[in-house]
């Protein structure tokens, strides 16, 4: 009996080893009722791949930590992103892997999983991403920076610490609309007016319609379909439209905005806010009409050189673009998180405006009024245009009278951080957390982990 026993706890010894070395999962840390398991460490240290500095056994699982610290804040406070604000981020990332992969099929290799997969694992993270950076911005949003602190700041750092501003450049820009024959608008509207029958008898749904053919493509991936906003977040003849609308199984009549033609299917009205579908059609651009305003936009450059007339006045009057043309043709960059608007663009910030206008301008000299272009404006339709580079101040060391903008966010970013640590402080403290005892052993960039 007792050599029986033995034998019994030998094999069962046996099977247990067996049974550790062959753990497919494990949770390694828990963070309030959300568990991090060994796969989602793994799957990230993949993606860092040698771009990560320190063991990423600890990096990583304290950043998924801290991510969902702040996921969980932002249901509590009502945050979050929808499908058709990220869908765009997500495949610019997507654009990104597969041009350093070489090509999908070896992005699929390299994953270990079928481009589907890929896709919606980058949705998620990318959402995730964007709940988090909006969360943030939320806990900063109250912090106030005032001159003085600015100047203080300033005077108290090194010469050799501030921070390298790169070139900037101030722009001006004369936009002309190429002419569009009423015989293309009809033929859109024709489109759309097919679209709207086909959902109104039953033979196709919005949603298909929306992904085989709108021209938005924030939306189209979604089916259409567009976040609750507010009457005043739309453009207004789309928002006349869609909030006219109180049946959700009919089509809109054709709604024409800036960014073309729109047919509308209401989800739901919700207080002063409205959900709905829609499939968007842009009208082309035949060449001969953009070779017309191009000859248009060149007799104009003519005139300025000639000293008839300014850039400025050129603007008022001829620009089709209404955001410069009141404002001396100066193109206005606005940073998202603060509101604040400036008229210097880093290089970088002008390539994300257009492509077409960064290359542009890059070439000329301060003062000088390009040739004629093309470019795809923010609305998405193809315009002709004239630039002029007002000003271009090079890479430089900050300086307060200069550069005091930057020398604000700055300190703001600053002490955000510093208001963002505390709040990270205070969440450990209120949070049950535990951590696998083999995976303690870490310098975490925030204490409190460990209880």
Known sequence: MKRYTLCLLA???????????????????????????????????????????????????????????????????????????????????????????????????????????????????????????????????????????????????????LPLIPTQVEVQILVLQPRIPQTEIDRVKGLLRDYAERVNNGSTSFST?????????????????????????????FANVAFSMTDASKVSKIAQSEFGYHIIQLIEKRGDKIKCRHILKRPEVAQ??????????????????????SFEDA??????????????????????????TSTRFEMSELSALSSSLA??????EVGEISQPFTMINSKGKTVCAIARLKNRTLTHRA?????????????????????????IKEKQKSTYIRINPDWRDCDFQYDGWVK
């Open 288 to 309: 001969a009409d953009i070779d017309s305003a191009l000859v248009v936009l060149d007799s104009i450059k003519a005139d300025i050189v000639a000293g008839k007339i």
């Open 399 to 423: 300086s307060i009278t200069e550069d005091f903008q930057v020398m604000k966010d700055i300190v703001r970013n600053k002490k955000g951080e510093e208001a963002i640590l505390n709040w």
């Open 11 to 161: 094999v069962l010894s046996c099977l247990l080893s067996m049974a550790q070395k062959n753990v497919i999962d494990e949770v390694v840390w828990v963070v309030g009722d959300e568990a991090i398991l060994r796969s989602d460490v793994e799957k990230r240290r993949v993606e860092y791949g040698t771009q990560l500095k320190g063991n990423p056994y600890c990096v990583i699982p304290e950043q998924i930590a801290i991510q969902k610290l702040f996921l969980h804040q932002a249901v509590i406070d009502s945050i979050d992103v929808s499908d058709a604000d990220a869908s765009p981020y997500v495949e610019e990332e997507l654009n990104k892997r597969i041009m350093m992969a070489g090509s999908k099929e070896k992005l699929e290799e390299y994953m270990k999983m079928p481009m589907v997969q890929i896709r919606e694992e980058m949705h998620d993270m990318v959402k995730n991403e964007m709940i988090v950076m909006r969360m943030r911005e939320q806990l900063m949003s109250d912090i106030k920076v005032t001159p003085a602190e600015v100047r203080r700041f300033f005077n108290d750092m090194p010469e050799d610490s």
């Open 315 to 340: 603007a008022r009057y001829a620009s089709d673009d209404k955001d410069t043309r009141n404002n001396h043709g100066i193109l206005s960059n606005i940073n998202m998180e603060t509101g604040e």
């Open 359 to 364: 290359r542009t301008v890059e070439t000329l």
């Open 209 to 237: 319609l929306a992904r085989l053919y709108s021209e938005d493509p924030g939306s189209a991936r979604q089916g259409g379909e567009m976040p609750f906003m507010g009457k005043t977040e739309l453009d207004p003849g």
